[in-house]
């Protein structure tokens, strides 16, 4: 199952996700993730709007900006935004026996 | 410092990577539309899918050569340019081969059921033709090979 965030505003229930299509459409339209370190006042909103192409497409960008300013721990909400945000591609590049075999795992201390 | 990593191999987009595997869900099966849009995460099982589809595929293969491996051996009598006249072949198995243990386990219980049967019936067979005396004769002759000790002493 892929990751979701969910929450209720103004009477609406909302489901946030990526699928690779709201990510291809988002990257047609000029979004690069790498741009999150050099221009993060403009590129987390645009995460933000970008999570709700999967199923919520048709909601004014108005709308999700007012959500994303009433929103509270912001830092936590972009950290599982770009975990989100990867997860179709990490999908991709998991290879199925990893846990088995030869795995090298490591871990940090942060 | 760590400018070396940001070569442009390092910035392809994700929509490059995904449309490079694309091909690939597609051929084992997945739709455009679950590869786009459904949930990211289906991917990984319809590759580990694939992958145990392949696993069975090779297991099929290796029990097909063990039944040509069978059926060779049965005729191999047969296949010899020297072979006596009148050589016949091995008849071929009588049955497939038992895929699960349980399986394997009845079948060897039936055929050690069959064996006793046929081995009862050849005794009962056998004991038939044999002239034994009667219950009650038989009886009668056990005395009188007892009676000359029973004197003795």
């Not at chain 1, 960008?61 to 929103?71: A, G, M, V």
């Not at chain 2, 050849?122 to 029973?150: C, M, Q, V, Y």
Request: hydrophobic share 35%; proline share 5%; aromatic share 12%.
């Amino acid at each position: 199952m892929a990751k979701q965030i969910s929450f209720e505003y103004d009477g609406k229930q909302y489901t946030l996700e990526f699928t690779r299509k709201s990510i291809e459409m988002m990257e047609r339209q000029g979004f690069n993730i790498n741009d999150i370190t050099d221009k993060p006042m403009t590129t987390l909103p645009a995460l933000f709007a970008g999570a709700f192409i999967a199923h919520h497409r048709f909601v004014k960008r108005d709308i999700i900006d007012e959500i994303y300013s009433k929103l509270t721990n912001k830092q936590e909400l972009l950290q599982k935004l770009a975990e989100m945000y990867n997860e179709p591609l990490e999908a991709l590049m998991e290879d199925p026996d990893d846990n088995e075999g030869n795995a090298l795992n490591w871990e940090a201390s942060f | 410092m760590g400018s070396e990593f940001l070569t442009p191999a390092s910035q392809i987009s994700y929509t490059e990577i995904f449309y490079e595997h694309f091909p690939f869900y597609l051929a084992i099966g997945m739709t455009a539309d679950e590869y786009w849009n459904g949930d990211c995460t289906l991917t990984r099982y319809y590759k580990k899918a694939f992958e145990i589809k392949k696993e069975q595929k090779n297991e099929e293969l290796w029990l097909q050569g063990a039944y040509i491996y069978d059926a060779l051996c049965a005729v191999s009598p047969v296949l010899h340019a020297f072979a006596p006249r009148g050589t016949k072949p091995h008849p071929y198995l009588d049955k497939p081969y038992s895929l699960t243990k349980e399986k394997a386990r009845n079948d060897k219980e039936a055929e050690h059921k069959a064996n006793r049967q046929k081995a009862k019936a050849i005794f009962e067979a056998w004991a038939a033709t044999l002239d034994l005396p009667s219950k009650k004769g038989g009886k009668d002759n056990a005395d009188n090979r007892r009676s000359p000790n029973r004197n003795n002493s």
